[in-house]
């Protein structure tokens, strides 16, 4: 068990990004580069213990008993999704059968994308937050006070498919992954309506997955020449009620499990898998969204790809009643519309929960 840095925001009076810059690409890139600008400068705090997955186990779900075990296998695999969804948040789905060859064009994708001239990219640097493509850098730099050490490209790529129209193939290819995880998200949303007690189409016929929004979710971290001092993603969960990542198998991610941070690099050929936010909200607090963030290294560019598969855009998101009734519970939160919440997730600082905690009761 190591103890490592933590991160808390430096109170850095008003950085600004250095002229010019629009990318981190730019100043990872540049000649020489030794130390990183203050404007990316995290205070490290000495608390936080991060764990490797080795000593810790992961939930891993293999999603091929799902749809084709025997009903003895399904039900025991729903039983298993429901203890990783109540435990962890978090799980490693195998034989998911999204093809590794497209996994990886996918990712080959992506970082065909970063390394775009910048000029090729300006068309794409949106402004709004659901503006259907949009590149730019950070998370949000119009109200963060210190930068994330990452670039990004957000696609939405359901109910109505975007995409940029470079790198060549790009457009086919991610055509192509998102039709696949939404498949196997609205089957593992089956399985999880059932662990909760519910029918198997209740998730998907409650939040109108027919209509449901995916968002695709490119990330792109160059080496940092002081990873210790620089944060790729702070701590956060994310607002869907699914997200798949994929990376290139450079490691980075860490999530937070009984108050410590676990490194997770995942097994070949795995998804990892959180639950968002507003599965939170529906199971009425007991699957609770995972909190977790990424880091960034010295020595290789890390390339990650989320996927976040939600309600529909209209839909008004609170605790499913009937599941209330089976628990005899109150709800614990507040209904809100799908719409709504991402604008304020997406537009707000990346902070641990603080939009979903507006909402608790
Ligand atoms: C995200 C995310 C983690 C990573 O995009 O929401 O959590 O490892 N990414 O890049
Ligand atoms: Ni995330």
Redesign the pocket.
């Given at each position: 068990m190591a103890e490592t840095a933590s991160f808390l925001v430096s109170s850095n009076p008003s950085p600004t990004l250095p002229q010019n810059i629009t990318t981190i690409r730019t100043i990872a890139e540049s000649p020489g580069l030794t130390s990183i600008p203050s404007a990316y400068t995290f205070t490290p705090t000495p608390h936080d213990q991060v764990v490797s997955e080795t000593q810790v186990s992961l939930p891993v779900i293999d999603y091929s008993l799902l749809t084709s075990g025997t009903p003895h296998q399904r039900s025991k695999i729903v039983h298993d999704l429901g203890k990783a969804c109540q435990n962890w948040g978090f799980f490693l789905m195998i034989n998911h059968g999204v093809p590794e060859s497209l996994v990886r064009s996918m990712i080959d994708g992506c970082r065909g994308f970063f390394d775009l001239p910048e000029e090729e990219k300006e068309e794409y640097r949106g402004k709004h937050v659901l503006d259907p493509i949009r590149c730019g850098t950070s998370f949000n730099a119009s109200v963060e006070k210190v930068f994330f050490w990452?670039d990004?490209l957000k696609i939405l790529s359901h109910p109505v498919f975007h995409s940029p129209s470079k790198p060549a193939g790009f457009s086919e290819t991610s055509l192509e992954y998102s039709k696949r995880a939404r498949e196997v998200a609205r089957k593992l949303l089956k399985g999880i309506s059932e662990s909760l007690g519910l029918e198997p189409n209740y998730v998907e016929k409650a939040l109108n997955l027919e209509q449901g929004l995916q968002v695709i979710?490119a990330?792109f971290?160059p080496p940092c020449p002081q990873p210790e001092l620089a944060m790729?993603?702070p701590p956060?969960s994310?607002h869907g009620l699914l997200?798949f990542?994929i990376?290139n198998g450079i490691s980075?991610?860490q999530v937070q499990h009984k108050g410590k941070w676990v490194n997770i690099n995942g097994i070949p050929n795995s998804i990892l898998v959180?639950i968002g936010d507003h599965l939170e909200i529906l199971s009425n607090g007991k699957y609770r969204s995972v909190l977790?963030?990424?880091m960034v290294n010295n020595k290789a560019t890390?390339i990650?790809i989320?996927i976040?598969h939600g309600p529909s855009l209209d839909t008004v998101v609170s605790p499913a009643p009937e599941l209330l009734e089976i628990e005899k519970k109150a709800a614990a939160y507040i209904g809100i519309k799908y719409k709504e919440y991402l604008e304020i997730h997406q537009s707000n600082k990346l902070d641990e929960k603080c939009n979903l905690d507006r909402l608790r009761i």
């Open positions: 990452k990004f979710a990330n971290y790729g993603m956060h994310d997200t990542l990376h980075g991610l959180n977790h963030r990424a890390r990650s989320a976040a």
